[in-house]
């Protein structure tokens, strides 16, 4: 093993706007103030319990990844119990659908805020 993975940043347009999505979503608590989570000037941080930690790092012309295509960079899945109450939430705090899961029925794909790709899937 050559290190352990500390956290995973996501570039974005609005570092706090997404973070907060991601809250909502996941739980967890913004900027814990260890500073072990910091990412520097126009990021913000994302601890949850006993999860990863998730940075979240403001990029001026952010281009977002694009699912399904060969340029896609990464996706997060997120279990939920009710796909389609998770579903329904997910829409209320900005998420933009990307598939409708015909494919996979314990699967749905959405987009963040940011556009970045993440799937709800039942366990």
Known sequence: MIG?????????????????????LIG??????????????????????GGPV????????HRPPVW???EQQFHFDVRVDDLAAAGEAVLALGAVPLD???GDPARRV??????????LVRP
């Not at 995973?8 to 706007?17: K, N, R, S, T």
């Open 4 to 24: 352990r993975l500390r956290r995973i940043v996501l570039d974005c347009p609005d570092a706090y706007e997404l973070a907060l999505f991601y809250q909502r």
């Open 28 to 49: 967890g608590e913004i900027d814990d103030p260890d500073p072990r989570w910091t990412v520097g000037e126009g990021g913000v941080v994302l601890r949850g319990d």
């Open 54 to 61: 998730l940075g979240f790092q403001s990029v001026p012309g």
């Open 68 to 70: 399904g295509a060969p």
């Open 100 to 102: 409708d899961g015909e």
């Open 110 to 119: 959405y987009a963040d805020p940011a556009d970045h790709p993440f799937r």
